[in-house]
Structures are given as structure tokens and as C-alpha cells.
């Protein structure tokens, strides 16, 4: 199994999703590839796997996705996370990097907290399937039989990767209504019945219980704005904000203490991903 590192930018995004605290960095490219660059050297192409994402969105940048590309080609094993709508500007479908798109829904109302119009909803559905993508849903106020369209949709149309619906969280807080699993259209890419009883556990207790968090068993992360780096376990931590700190060794945070989310990172090591 690959050690999983999360590479995260702080950029500007070209959506208006109120759940993602409107990101709206200045970004300096030549900066953010020395950065880049700084952090990849530590690392061999063996023994890590690494998402690269953007506080914003990463395909508005594409001096960075170019430099991704080449890591890829290098032997490094790559991903990124993005909302889809540039992502056949800037990635060939034939490149060696791997895909995860954010969408919560087939359609434009049920992904209005995006503001995403139809025909952008209808592009980033044709993009999961060119790019064989990974897809990541955040569920708030969409409907069970919305959700169940949704994995329709993508059964129809050959979809054969991973659903990840997770719960809307502010500030460290679930605001999302608990999701009806017994309701929910199974498919072989929807998750595991285990998630949705941690999910179920979370929500009606407001703590992780026995049960870890892939990312906190095998994840880091660093922080990229310009050339400032920082890092940290994991910043889904209620102390995360207090657990950033300049580049340096990876080690164990003693103020590490796994926080109340749940999300598409909770049996991250499973996957082939990971794994191969």
C-alpha cells in the first residue's frame, strides 16, 4: 500500500459554491511550481500516491496542470480533484493522471449551490465518463429519489468508478440531513454499507467512536500558497488550524485527534488507487 499525500493550493475558483468558503487567492504559477517541486523531491515514485487539489479550482491554472502531467509521466502516480467544467481544456484524456469530479447531482437545481447552469452540468456528466472519473457528491438538501436518479444515470451510462456522497459540513459541524440508506439505490460504485453506518453514527452521536479514518491512518497534507508551504496530518482536525507548521519532517501530531466528518477519504486506502 502507497503512503497518500494530498498536495492542496490556495487559488481562486471559477464557481460560487457556498459551502467552499468562496476561495479567492492570488495565485504567482512560477511560485506555486517551486513549491511544488520543493515538496515532490521528497518523495519517491514507489511508495506514495498523491491528489493534487486546488482551495478553489485546479484547471484554471494551467502552467500547474502541465507540471502535473509531466509528474505523471515521470512515474509519480497522480491525481486531482476538480469541478469538471475546464478539465478538457487543460488533461488530455489520454494522460496518466487520475480524475475525481466534484458534482452533487444530474441536474441543475440539484447542484444550485454550485450555480451550475444545465449545459454545465451535462459537460461535466460527459467529462466523468471520457475521463473515467471518480465522482464526489456533497449531499445537502437533494432528495432521496434525486440521489437514486443520479446513480440511474450513471449505471446507464457505463459509469464503473466510485460515488462518493458525503454529508455537507461547516465549520467542522454536519449541517446535511442524515442520508436514508435503506432508501439509497445500491450499485456496485456507491459505497460500502459499512460508510453509511459510520455516517449514521456521527450523525446521531457527534463523535468518531473506534472506527479511523483512512487519511488519518495513511494521509498528510501540504499547503501551497505561492511559495509558502505548510503542512499538517489532516485538516479535517477540529485543531487543524492550530496544527499547520512550516515545511519540515512528517511526524506524528500530538494535537492530532480525528474530528466528525466523514467523507470520500474514509476507506481511501482501499482503493486500487492506494493499493497498486
Known sequence: MKKFRDILILGKCNLDCWYCERPNHLINEAKVLISIDKIMKRFNTQDYCFRFECRGEITLYKEIMDYVIN???????IEILTNGVLLQEVLPVCSQVGVNISLDGHTADMNKHRGLSREQVDRILDNIIKYDANVQMVYYEQSIDEVNGFIDLLQNRGFNKTLYIFPCIIGGKMIAPLLPYKELRKAAFVQPEEYYRRWEYIY??????????????????YYIFNNHIKMLKCDGSPLAPTALRDLSDEEDDP??????????YEFNNARDFVMS
Open 204 to 221: 446521531e452521536n457527534k463523535e468518531r467512536k473506534d472506527f479511523v479514518c483512512d487519511f488519518a491512518a495513511n494521509g498528510y497534507v
Open 255 to 264: 494535537l492530532f485527534s480525528c474530528g466528525c466528518c466523514i467523507n470520500h
Open 71 to 77: 509528474l505523471a509521466k515521470d512515474g509519480y502516480k
